[in-house]
RNA sequence: GCCGGUAUCGUCUAGGGGUUAGGACACAAGGUUCUCAACCUUGGAACCGGGGUUCGAAUCCCCGUACCGGUACCA
């Protein structure tokens, strides 16, 4: 099995390419198929390098893989549609050797002319034929004697052409509603529909799963094949994916490509599992699966007919899973950037710095939905104001000997215990009583969240020399305010 | 207009001739709690409409409606 994603490099990667980039990975990697990436820069005026690039990181960063294409080599390349004319130049000729294809002088005015005409007498726009019958070698000449023009397909007239969607069944189209499709555009450039037959013929592609907006070009493709004799490939057309108001997603509606949702602070294993259920369902009532296992189950027939909303609420859900389960480390390196973006860290962090912050980043992590949200959670430490002129010198002696008479505490309903005496021996709120040390509390792991409080303070104002965290630096002298007193 | 596709809670979906139509997000209520969250429990919430086929239809068929796509020298 043979597969292949195959975007145009005029922009970011949209969440719904990227979607269609994940069935094709999910069906190779869980069949054991080859997943090849192909680069369609025909639109010579919309494609970029930038954006091939762009593609191609996204890609990576959700872990899309690709065994074969552009950057990765393989035995069908190149990979990149504008490095392959010599191919498409030779499929031309055979096509207009045989009288399959036909060179058409038509001016884009005519053509446009007869489109609106036939719009305005309620009939389908399609290509009158006009060139049809040109006899070949007078084509030939005028041609060869610099006239413009195009090659065009000639459909055959009055039949059907039928495929069998693996994700909808048979469709079917009549011919007579297809206007012989332009091959080669007076440029000598490939028009889509050619170049992607070509490609995928030679690059021995079994399953063609894309968008459903090419489900009516299809038909056109077939016809190709048949003209070449190639073996077709197996189609499979994929819904889309629509805002909330249940249009196609776009930019109004918010967030649309991966790069956006990577800058939220999205992981990737998060994007990736969120969109893998719009359309599929992994069954079992499961929903939070690893890719690998998404594959293991994925099938093309059980892919949903019908569009789905793009829901980034529950994106933020499987992201809160995801971000519960990161490990501390890569967590501390996935939040970097944003942290820095707050301008929370500056210049290098110090191993010390970093080690702090694996072990107080994954408790916070634990209630946000995003990376960036790790910053506010952070804020509290760094931008924190103790209000230890308002503390009531008794609460602030009457917290320290329970932390002194208890001085390992280890475990959440000590700490509580012991603040709870506090509360009861002061009189004091609950709220003005934690303020001070909440942030620290927050910023402990699950069980040992106590063990935190004294040291994380302590190593704070520590890291005021040594570590990159911008803000522990000016509020050193306030950290250890704190700690001194709590211990007085 | 023409051609093609699609239709289960607000959203993503499971199911599929006889089910209390299941799960998840969101929402609501309660619990827990140092705030907001997170977390736990509970709850409300759906088979587009009309015809047929059938003992029986949400499920199969037809029509309608709505929505989406295409109707390019863009992919």
Redesign the pocket.
């Known amino acids: 099995m043979r597969v292949r994603f ?1 975007p ?1 490099p005029t922009g970011h990667l949209h969440v719904g390419n990227a979607r269609t980039a994940l069935f094709n990975w999910l069906l190779a990697k869980g069949q054991n198929g080859t997943f090849i990436l192909r680069i ?1 820069d ?2 010579l005026e919309r494609s970029t390098r930038e954006s091939e690039q762009a593609i191609l990181d996204d890609l990576r960063w959700m872990g899309l893989q690709w065994d074969e294409g552009v950057d990765a080599g393989g035995d069908y390349g190149p990979y990149r549609q504008t490095e392959r004319m010599q191919s498409y130049v030779d499929h031309t000729n055979r096509l207009l050797a045989e009288g399959k294809g036909y060179y058409c002088f ?3 005015e005519t ?1 446009e002319a007869h ?1 609106k005409s036939q ?1 305005a007498a ?5 290509y009158a034929g006009t060139c049809r019958n040109i006899p070949p070698e007078e084509a030939r000449r005028r041609k060869e004697s610099g006239e ?1 023009a ?1 090659v065009r397909l000639r459909v055959p007239e009055g039949r059907n052409v039928t495929f069998n969607d693996v994700v ?2 048979a ?4 011919t007579d ?1 297809i ?1 012989d499709p ?1 091959l080669v ?3 000598g ?1 490939p ?3 050619f170049a992607v037959v070509i490609d995928d013929a030679l690059m021995k592609v079994t399953h063609v799963i894309r968008g ?6 299809t038909p056109r493709q077939i016809l190709l094949y048949e003209a070449y004799g190639y073996q077709q490939p197996a189609f499979a057309h994929l819904s ?1 994916v629509m805002g909330p108001d ?3 997603l776009s930019k109004r509606h918010g967030a649309t490509s991966v790069k956006e949702f990577r800058d939220k602070g999205y992981l990737p294993e998060a994007l990736v599992n969120y969109l893998a ?5 992994p ?1 079992q ?1 499961e ?1 939070l699966l690893p890719a690998e296992e998404l594959a293991r189950r994925f099938r093309l027939e ?1 892919v ?6 793009f ?1 980034e ?2 994106l ?2 499987v992201n ?1 899973h995801y971000l519960k389960a990161c490990e501390p480390n890569r967590l501390a390196e996935l939040a970097e950037p944003h942290l820095r973006a707050r301008k929370q860290i500056v210049g290098a962090l110090s191993a010390d710095a970093r080690a702090w912050l694996g072990s107080v980043l994954p408790g916070m992590a ?3 939905d995003r990376l960036p949200q790790l910053a506010d959670r952070l804020d509290a430490v760094f931008n924190f104001t103790p209000p230890t002129e308002s503390l009531d010198a008794s609460l602030v002696k009457a917290l320290a000997e329970e932390l002194d008479a208890a001085p390992r505490l280890t475990d959440k309903d000590a700490f ?1 215990a012991a ?1 709870n005496r506090v509360k009861a021996k002061t009189g004091l709120k ?2 003005e009583l ?1 303020h001070p040390i ?1 942030v620290v ?2 910023g402990s792991d699950e069980g040992p969240e106590l063990d935190l409080i004294v040291p994380a303070i302590d190593r704070a104002a520590d890291f005021a020399q040594s570590s990159g965290l911008a803000k522990v630096v000016g509020c050193r002298e306030r950290v250890g305010r704190i700690a001194s007193s709590l211990r007085r």
């Open positions: 195959a145009s369609e025909t639109d038509c001016s884009a053509l489109r719009l309620g009939l389908p726009p399609k413009s195009t909808r069944g469709v079917t189209f009549h509603v206007g332009v555009r007076s440029d450039i028009a889509y529909n459903e907006d090419h489900i009516s070009n889309l249940h249009a196609p259920l719009i359309g599929w369902s069954g009532n929903e059980n949903a007919h019908s569009a789905g909303v829901d609420d529950k933020a859900w809160r634990a209630s946000v509580r603040a609950g709220k934690f909440r509390l927050t």
